[in-house]
Structure formats: C-alpha cells, structure tokens
C-alpha cells in the first residue's frame, strides 16, 4: 500500500502535504523516486508514470495559516 490516502482512482491519489515522493510504487511502472510539487491547481501529475496526485482541500486549508 502507498504511504498516502486511498486512491479515489486507479491512478488517482489524495495527499495532505503539497509536496509528495513518487516512485512509480515499483513493478513495471516504478522509476527513480522524483519530488512532486503541487501548484495552485491542487493537483501535479507525474512525468514518469501518470499517476495524479490531488491535494486534500480540507489539509490545504488547515495548512494554510
Ligand atoms: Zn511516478
């Protein structure tokens, strides 16, 4: 299991922190672990597997101040 919320998603993963490791989770889409900011837009996709990882609003916000 990936260290972050469950997906909502084959593809699609739910965090709580704006920046998040991605190392493809192994298998035939692991690649090197890269850091993923996620901008304004809420959400980053990553280069290397396409997985999407969307900021939890309710943790942007208590992050917020
Ligand atoms: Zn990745």
Request: charged share 15%.
């Amino acid at each position: 299991m990936p260290d972050v919320s469950a997906p909502t998603d084959d593809e699609t993963f739910v965090v709580s922190h704006p920046v998040v490791g991605c190392d493809g989770g192994g298998g035939p889409l692991g690649h090197p672990l890269v850091y993923l900011r996620i901008e304004a837009a809420g959400e980053v996709v990553c280069p290397y597997c396409s997985r999407r990882f969307v900021l939890d609003p309710h943790a942007a916000a208590a992050s917020g101040h």
